[in-house]
């Protein structure tokens, strides 16, 4: 009995010490930008667990946003096949965000008020990854990148 408590007290240090490990990215809107995020830049090591919370506060004027995450140099690209979502009629329930094999790590649209999380592990390839958010007309401005380090 006894040594079934150590196991699993032992399980429990191992969680936490991992967890210790993961990056953390916390989002939410720019204070005075209603299309910016209020920090743009983030490092990460590669190949490290990332968790992305988006606690949207509203900022200066409420609108839904998310985070994408592409692939190095993608960003016009995706930007292009976010803006040609326009036309389809379900935009809205896929979150405005295209299928392309150039998004890495995505989140649904995060309401003002509401927070989302998710969680990814880094790209194995150093680099700069751009991220945006893809609400309409937002991606020209709402952009960032993710540095992966080695
Ligand atoms: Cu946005």
Redesign the pocket.
């Known amino acids: 009995m006894t040594r079934r408590i150590a196991l699993f007290a032992a399980l429990v240090l191992s969680a936490h010490s991992v967890r210790a490990d993961d990056a953390v990215i916390e989002l939410k809107?720019h204070p005075t930008n209603p299309?910016g995020y209020a920090t743009s830049e983030f490092t990460v090591k590669a190949g490290q667990k990332v968790k992305v919370t988006f606690n949207n506060t509203g900022g200066i004027a409420p609108?839904?946003?998310?985070f994408v995450l592409c692939n190095p140099g993608t960003l016009e690209k995706v930007g292009a096949a976010v803006n040609a979502m326009m036309t389809d009629p379900a935009a809205m329930s896929k979150n405005f965000t295209p299928e392309s094999p150039d998004i890495l790590a995505k989140m649904k649209l995060v309401q003002p008020g509401t927070t989302e999380s998710i969680e990814f592990t880094a790209p194995a390839g150093v680099g700069d990854y751009p991220f945006l958010?893809?609400?309409p007309g937002?991606?020209l401005l709402?952009r960032g990148v993710l540095k992966v380090t080695q």
């Open positions: 809107p299309m609108q839904p946003h998310n958010c893809t609400f937002h991606w709402m």
